[in-house]
C-alpha cells in the first residue's frame, strides 16, 4: 500500500514555478525580478542576467491571464495580418520591439479573407484593448461597429472612418518613382500589372497613371489586373507573351514579380534584356540572386513602429483626433531592370 501512494505522489503534476520561486532560488525580492522580467529600469545588467537565468533554469513563464486579472488592464494589442504576405510578416516583426518598450504584450491573428471575423473575435477574447489590422480586413459596418469598440490601427490602406487611424505609405509616389526609372532608362512601352482591391492598390493605380501621364505616355497605359499573388503575375505574363511583350512591367507586389519572373524564365523570355521587371515592398526575396528584383521598398519595421504608437496613444490618452501616417518610399535597383533593346 506505502508502495501505491508513493507511485502515485511520484507520479502527481509539478507546481508550475511561479516569480517568487525565482526570486527564492537568488535570493532576491519578488519586486526586483517582476522589474527584470518586465524589462523595466533599475536593475543592473548584472542583476538582469542572473534573474533572467534563474527564470530559465527553473522553467519560468510570465502568467499573463493573472497579470490581466490583477491590473484591470490587459495591456494586449491585437494584431491580425496574413502570414502569405511576407510585407505583413515584416511589419510584426517592427510591432513586437516597440510594443515591449512601451509595456504592451502582442497577440497574433493569422487570417484569410473567408476567416478574418473568426480570427477578429478570438483577438477580442484575448481582451485585446486595440487592433492593428494589416491587409484589406473589414469594410464598412463592420469596422465602424469595431471601431467603436476600441481604437484601430490599418496598416497599408486609409479607410478615413472616425475613430480608425492609418499608417501606411506613399504608393502613388513609389509606383512613381518606378516609372521615373524606368523613362529614365530609355523604356516607352510600360505595363502595370496592380493589386486588385489589396491594400495600396489604388493609389499605385493612380500613381502609375499620374507618372505616365507626366511623361506624355498616356497612348501606352495598361493595367492587367492582379492580386499581390503569384499566380496573379503568372497569369499576366501569359497574357503579355501572347499579346505581345511591352519593354517594362510594374508589378503591384514582389509576389507578383516572382510570378512573372518565373513564367517569362520558362519561356525563354530573358530578364533584363527582352524585358524589365519592376516589384514593390522590397521584402528578402527581391534581394535573393535568382530574382535581384528592382523594387519599391516601404520601410515594414517603420510601420509597424508607428501602428504600435497610434494604438498606444490613443489608450494612454495622449491624442483623440484620427492619425494618418504616410511614409516615403524608396526605389531599389537591382539588376532586373535595363535599357531596352
Known amino acids: 500500500m506505502e508502495q501505491v501512494a508513493h507511485h502515485a505522489a511520484d507520479e502527481a503534476p509539478r507546481r508550475r514555478p511561479r516569480m517568487g520561486d525565482v526570486a527564492a532560488h537568488i535570493g532576491v525580492s519578488r519586486q526586483l525580478v517582476s522589474l527584470v522580467l518586465r524589462n523595466a529600469p533599475g536593475p543592473s545588467a548584472e542583476t538582469r542576467e542572473r534573474v533572467l537565468q534563474a527564470a530559465a533554469e527553473l522553467g519560468y513563464h510570465r502568467d499573463t491571464a493573472a497579470q490581466t486579472l490583477r491590473r ?50 478570438d ?23 469595431l471601431a467603436g469598440q476600441l481604437p484601430i490601427v490599418e496598416v497599408g490602406r486609409r479607410v478615413g472612418l472616425g475613430g480608425v487611424d492609418s499608417v501606411r505609405t506613399a ?34 493605380r493612380r500613381g502609375y497613371r499620374a507618372a505616365m501621364h507626366r511623361h506624355q505616355l498616356d497612348d501606352h497605359i ?8 503569384e ?31 518565373t513564367t517569362f524564365s ?32 516601404q520601410d515594414a519595421a517603420q510601420l509597424g513602429e ?3 504608437e497610434a494604438a498606444t496613444h490613443r489608450l494612454d490618452g495622449q491624442r483623440t483626433e484620427d492619425l494618418d501616417a504616410v511614409l516615403e518610399p524608396e526605389l531599389v535597383v537591382r539588376s532586373s531592370t535595363s535599357k531596352p533593346r
Do not use: K, W
Not at 515591449?100 to 493569422?110: P, S
Not at 495598361?222 to 499573388?229: H, I, N, R
Open 72 to 121: 484591470g488592464r490587459s495591456r494586449h494589442l491585437g494584431v491580425l495580418f496574413s502570414m502569405r504576405q511576407p510585407h505583413d510578416v515584416a511589419v510584426v516583426e517592427g510591432i513586437y520591439p516597440v510594443a515591449e518598450r512601451l509595456g504592451y504584450d502582442i497577440a497574433l491573428g493569422a487570417a484569410s479573407p473567408r476567416d478574418e471575423q473568426r480570427a477578429i473575435d
Open 123 to 145: 483577438l477580442l477574447g484575448y481582451r485585446v484593448e486595440a487592433l492593428i489590422l494589416i491587409g484589406p480586413y473589414l469594410e464598412g459596418s463592420a469596422l465602424r461597429h
Open 171 to 204: 504608393d502613388d509616389v513609389g509606383i512613381g518613382l518606378a516609372v521615373d526609372h524606368l523613362v529614365e532608362i530609355g523604356h516607352r512601352s510600360i505595363v502595370h500589372v496592380d493589386g486588385g482591391d489589396m491594400p495600396g492598390a489604388e493609389d499605385r
Open 222 to 229: 495598361e493595367v492587367l489586373a492582379g492580386d499581390y499573388t
Open 231 to 261: 499566380e496573379s503575375g503568372a497569369r499576366a505574363a501569359r497574357s503579355l507573351l501572347e499579346a505581345g511583350l511591352p519593354t517594362a512591367v510594374l508589378a503591384g507586389n514582389d509576389r507578383c514579380a516572382h510570378g512573372l519572373l
Open 266 to 297: 520558362r519561356e525563354g523570355v530573358r530578364i533584363p534584356d527582352d524585358i524589365s521587371v519592376v516589384g514593390y515592398d522590397d521584402s528578402p526575396i527581391a534581394s535573393m540572386s535568382f530574382m535581384d528584383l528592382t523594387t519599391v521598398r
Open 306 to 308: 508607428l501602428a504600435v
